[in-house]
């Protein structure tokens, strides 16, 4: 089974901190994504990864950054956390090809004061 | 661009059949994903469709047309666990970064006894 799994379940940080939420996968995938989730704005990419060392914007990269030094780690950051920053973060990865189904981490639900 | 619309709630009775709809206008088009989520839990791939027509899984079915950008999910003889938000989601065409989704804002389905 595949297995994604994310650094924290839950994390609270206060306004200008600077947050970090790992990503690792267990199957060698070479594509890996960052996600936001908010009540009724659905599932919305903010940032994706095709390969070690690169990374593409998705729909909302503002005030979000990536990194991805290695194949099974895909890093989020938030230089400085803002209240609207407030939110479920799901990371996932997939392999290449057009049927392959992505496969989601448990998510963290961030809290910013 | 991409838009996806799916309702954001639906109600059915356990026992019963449901078919939760989702229509996409998109530039381009190369596949629609359904995933279940349980509350507080990741997604989870249901179903894919490229082509025209009914793919069928156990008592899950899914429906694609693309010339009407419409495709739909089918629950069969629903059970209390199916009780879950249920998201559609597009997959562009073959290009550079077309590992990419873009996600509906997801219909949540609450079973009743």
């Known amino acids: 089974d595949v297995k994604v799994t994310q650094s924290s379940r839950y994390l609270v940080k206060r306004t200008g901190e600077k947050v970090f939420l790992e990503c690792v996968q267990d199957m060698d995938h070479e594509n890996m994504f960052w996600y936001r989730q908010d009540p009724g704005l659905g599932l919305r990419l903010i940032y994706f990864s095709y390969d070690v060392k690169m990374k593409e914007k998705g729909d909302i990269p503002e005030g979000y950054s990536v990194s991805r030094e290695k194949k099974e780690r895909f890093s989020l950051i938030l230089e400085s956390a803002s209240t609207n920053q407030t939110s479920m973060y799901l990371c996932?990865?997939?392999?290449?090809?057009?049927?392959?189904?992505?496969?989601f981490g448990p998510g963290t639900r961030l809290l910013v004061l | 661009g991409q838009n996806i619309d799916q309702p954001t709630e639906m109600t059915a009775t356990e026992g019963a059949i449901v078919q939760i709809n989702c229509t996409y206008q998109t530039s381009g088009f190369n596949g629609l994903f359904w995933y279940q989520q349980h509350a507080g839990e990741a997604p989870t791939f249901l179903s894919y469709n490229v082509l025209d027509g009914l793919e069928e899984k156990g008592r899950f079915s899914s429906f694609l047309s693309r010339s009407k950008g419409y495709s739909y999910l089918l629950l069969k003889e629903l059970q209390m666990k199916d009780s879950a938000s249920y998201l559609c989601?597009?997959?562009?065409?073959?290009?550079?970064?077309?590992?990419?989704?873009?996600f509906g804002t997801g219909t949540r389905l609450t079973i009743i006894p």
């Open positions: 989601a597009v997959r562009p065409p073959f290009n550079f970064g077309n590992e990419k989704l873009t």
């Open positions: 996932a990865s997939s392999l290449s090809g057009d049927q392959e189904t992505q496969y």
